[in-house]
């Protein structure tokens, strides 16, 4: 009883719609997707913003460019 809830919340056929004829999706491809990625496909869940200068700062900090070249000497 309770999967027939969770699956009346899903308007297929807009999801169809978005993922056939949007995404040009076969039936297949659209029929093997998981609600998580049809959602992302579809652009929800964009949550994490760009990597920021700070961010970026903060990676090269972590994680600095070593040079492979052996030392003249």
Request: zero cysteines; hydrophobic letters at 45%; a negative charge.
């Amino acid at each position: 009883m309770a999967r027939v809830r969770l699956m009346a919340r899903f308007d297929w056929p807009a999801l169809m719609r978005a993922g056939i004829g949007g995404l040009r999706l076969t039936p297949v491809e659209f029929w093997a997707l998981s609600p998580a990625e049809l959602s992302l496909l579809l652009g929800e869940g964009r949550g994490q913003s760009a990597l920021t200068r700070a961010g970026f700062d903060a990676l090269l900090r972590a994680y600095p460019d070593r040079n492979e070249e052996p030392e003249d000497g």
